[in-house]
């Protein structure tokens, strides 16, 4: 992969060197994201952030990372909000903000929706999440987490077991995160669903081409003795009714005391965030908070390393970023 002007709407367009390039990119990122320096690299320069589906993390962390690197953001946010409501096409939608940008982030609820955008568009875009189908940023931060957090215990991401928790036929960080992990050797996978929502047989069977093994449960008890366990939420915008979704919201709690009980003592804990905090659904209990192992919040953050990463390849500056520093001048509380 290239990177310059090239879209990025799928893992699949990445290998392993390409990763390490990203993740080199990366690490060279942390002093601007931790604002101990500036840089204008993107001075004059202007994202194209849409996302036509509620978002936290994504949304911001792409408009904080483009703003790192000194460059404009334009937002939208919801369908009705824009004239996609009054029935313009992805294709009109994606040549008109393509002339108004030099690269575009999208979230959307329809599979294959950011894809049909890209065909209209003159500028790179990136993925931020289209339906059940991928969040490749999501999952190469997700990847980026794992590789730092099992480097901190003297491991590796080969051979390393992973245990994925929750809405696995909905959840597509872990559709994502389940093909990166493919480029890697001998991963052992347990999958812990409900039998409803399972990891879709598409994802399973591209695991076990890859060669890893994979275990697949509807129960956790015995089955978290992993290096990471990847909690996940019900997804309950993708079910065709809320009741439907009530069903399965709480089943696969993780507090303090089953972490003890169940995990190994350095079990690191990761979710893609949100984390569904209602009594009902408590998916990562607010006792795990002081965990050292709870990743999630370092998980978050490196969202805007990834991403500044990303920026920065596609528009072809990553080598630049130094040339066009700048100091901090204001008083930095973290
Ligand atoms: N992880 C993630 O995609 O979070 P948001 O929905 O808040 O963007």
Known sequence: MHFTGEHILSVKQFNRDSIAHIFHTANQMEPYALRTKRTNVLDGAILGNLFFEPSTRTRVSFGCAFNLLG????????????????????????????SY????????????????????????????GDGANEHPTQALLDLYTIEKELAAHGQHINGMHIAMVGDLKYGRTVHSLSKLLCLYKNIRFTLISPNELAMPQEVVDTIANAGHHITITDQLAGHLEADIVYQTRIQ???????????KYRGKFRLNQAIYTQYCKSNTVIMHPLPRDSRSDANELDNDLNLNPNLAIFRQADNGVLIRMALFALTLDVADKVTQYECEVPWHRSR
């Open 101 to 128: 940008s030099d690269v575009i982030a999208m979230r959307h609820p329809q599979s294959g929706s950011v894809q049909e955008f890209a065909n209209g568009s003159r500028v790179p875009v990136i993925n931020g």
């Open 71 to 98: 460059g404009e953001v334009r937002e939208t946010t919801g369908m009705q909000s824009s004239a996609l409501a009054k029935g313009e096409s992805l294709y009109d939608t994606a040549r008109i903000i393509s």
């Open 236 to 246: 309950e915008e993708r079910f065709p009714s809320q009741d439907e979704a009530n």
